[in-house]
């Protein structure tokens, strides 16, 4: 059975640093590109970076360029994105999403994590 499952979620003030995980199962993960989304309260669902199966990372919202990073580890099947110096405008659900790297797209969702940056 497939699963994509965030973890690490949570409250924390400004300034303050989250690391989230996407753990993964049932698929062969090291084949497939990661990437953390987020959708904040009243808005559309947004790309915030992405992995590539080799590691190469896909910065794609300026607004977390320099604070966020992604990670992954093939061998846990596991992605990460370390979030630090967060701004209540991070404030959303980050979703983990998985995509296959060659041959028939395959896409993969998690549930999501809950992120509140508040003081």
């Known amino acids: 059975q497939v699963q994509l499952v965030e973890s690490g979620g949570g409250l924390v003030q400004p300034g303050g640093s989250l690391r989230l995980s996407c753990a993964a199962s049932?698929?062969?993960?090291?084949?497939?590109?990661i990437f953390w989304y987020r959708q904040a309260p009243g808005k559309e669902r947004e790309l915030v970076v992405g992995?590539?199966?080799?590691?190469?990372?896909?910065n794609y919202l300026d607004s977390v360029k320099g604070r966020f990073t992604i990670s992954r580890d093939n061998a846990k099947n596991t992605a990460y994105l370390q979030m630090n110096t967060l701004k209540s405008e991070d404030t959303a659900v980050y979703f983990c999403n998985a995509v296959s790297s060659t041959g028939v797209r395959v896409d993969y969702w998690g549930k999501g994590t809950l992120v509140t940056v508040s003081s």
């Open positions: 992995i590539s199966s080799v590691g190469i990372r896909i």
């Open positions: 049932g698929f062969t993960f090291s084949r497939f590109t």
